[in-house]
C-alpha cells in the first residue's frame, strides 16, 4: 500500500509541475492535470499489482515507476488537449459576444 501512496504523490506532484509550465494554464483549473494524472497513475498500479507485476523479482519497478510515468503523460496530454481546445472555444464564444 506504501507504494500506491508514493505513486499518488508523484503523480499529483507531476500533475501541478505540468500545470504551472503551460502557458495556456488559465483555461483550465489547476487541479485538472494533477487529477488525470492521479487517477491514471492509481488505476494503472492497481492494474499491474492484479496482474500480478508487483513484488516479484526483476518486476518491481513495474508498479512503481510506469504509473508514475503514465500518469505524467497523461497529464500532459490532457493539457495539451483542453489547452487547444478551450482556448478554441472561447474564442469562438468572444467573437460570437463581441458580434451581437
Do not use: C
Not at 10 to 18: L, N, Q, S
Not at 36 to 44: H, I, M, P, Q, R
Request: proline residues 4%; hydrophobic residues 55%; positive net charge.
Amino acid at each position: 500500500m506504501l507504494s500506491l501512496t508514493i505513486v499518488v504523490l508523484a503523480t499529483a506532484a507531476a500533475g501541478f509541475i505540468v500545470w504551472a509550465n503551460d502557458k495556456r494554464h488559465t483555461r483550465y483549473g489547476m487541479g485538472l492535470p494533477a487529477g488525470v494524472a492521479v487517477a491514471v497513475g492509481a488505476v494503472s498500479w492497481i492494474v499491474f499489482i492484479t496482474a500480478g507485476f508487483g513484488y516479484q523479482p526483476g518486476l518491481t519497478w513495474i508498479p512503481w515507476v510506469l504509473p508514475m510515468v503514465l500518469g505524467s503523460a497523461a497529464a500532459i496530454g490532457a493539457v495539451i488537449y483542453l489547452g487547444r481546445t478551450r482556448e478554441r472555444h472561447d474564442i469562438q464564444r468572444l467573437t460570437q459576444a463581441l458580434k451581437l
